[in-house]
């Protein structure tokens, strides 16, 4: 019977969405950012899986179905977006040059340095989309070489580093203005990092939501051509 249930793929859907809405109800009781319920879910799950030594190949068959909602989920932002159009348009060439610089910041800064200490091409190059929604860099980075698990794995963290710290660091180096600490949080840490904001700002969660596409379309215009400058 155990092993039948493990075996299924709702062992994963099940065991991810139970562990979640514990992690929810623990962060909006305790109010502490750093309870963030995706960081928990991730670690509890882990340790889940650790304690009952149960093969990450067997949660997968139904993590698999999880991620494929990523698609709708960030398509879902747009509800924000189209109530907020009008501010938004009247801010557009700022997002456009703000989105761009933190595309490119954010892929400079992290494949530079990993390249200038050392790293192999697969690593520099992995590290590259990961402010990118995960479906993106994971397409963006098996097209280019890179290690999808990997890259996989620095989206999730770059999104809750985000989602935890995102909006005080903005504040604490003087970025007061909502619509401003949503661009940067958006750029940086893509869909975990947008619904922080949202709870944050609407105005502010709503220019997340768009700086997650056109982080997407940038970076996919923009590594190709670093690919091929710098290899």
């Known amino acids: 019977m155990w092993n039948e249930l493990l ?9 991810t969405l139970v562990v979640y809405a514990l992690a929810q109800k623990l962060y ?9 319920p995706v960081a928990v879910s991730i670690v509890a799950i882990i340790l889940i899986l650790l304690a009952g ?11 698999k179905l ?3 909602l990523l698609g709708p989920s960030v398509v879902a932002l747009g509800v924000p977006l189209y109530s907020r159009r009008r501010e938004i348009l009247q801010r557009k060439a700022p997002i456009l040059i703000g989105v761009t610089a933190g595309a490119l910041t954010s892929v400079l800064s992290a494949s530079g340095l990993a390249w ?17 929604t995960t479906p993106i860099a994971i397409s963006i980075v098996e097209k280019i070489g890179g290690i999808a698990p990997l890259t996989a794995g620095l989206v999730v963290l770059t999104g809750c580093l985000g989602a935890i ?11 007061r203005n909502p619509a ?5 949080v958006g750029t940086a840490s893509h869909g975990i990092g947008t619904a922080r904001m949202l709870e944050v700002d609407r105005l502010g969660g709503a220019i997340a939501g768009l700086a ?4 997407g379309l940038i970076t996919a215009f923009l590594l190709p051509i670093l690919f091929v400058v710098f290899f």
Do not use: D, M, W
């Not at 091409?121 to 990961?130: E, G, T």
């Not at 710290?165 to 970025?175: K, Y």
């Not at 997650?212 to 982080?215: A, K, V, W, Y």
């Open 53 to 63: 030594k149960i093969p990450y190949e067997t949660y997968a068959n139904g993590g």
């Open 28 to 36: 909006l009781r305790s109010g502490n950012i750093l309870c963030n």
């Open 165 to 175: 710290c995102g909006p005080e660091f903005c504040r604490l180096i003087g970025v």
């Open 116 to 132: 200038l200490l050392g790293a192999s091409r697969p690593v520099v190059l992995s590290l590259a989309p990961k402010s990118v």
């Open 66 to 68: 999880i991620l494929f």
């Open 7 to 15: 075996a299924s793929p709702l062992f994963g859907v099940g065991l």
């Open 212 to 215: 997650i596409g056109l982080n």
């Open 180 to 184: 401003s600490i949503g661009l940067a």
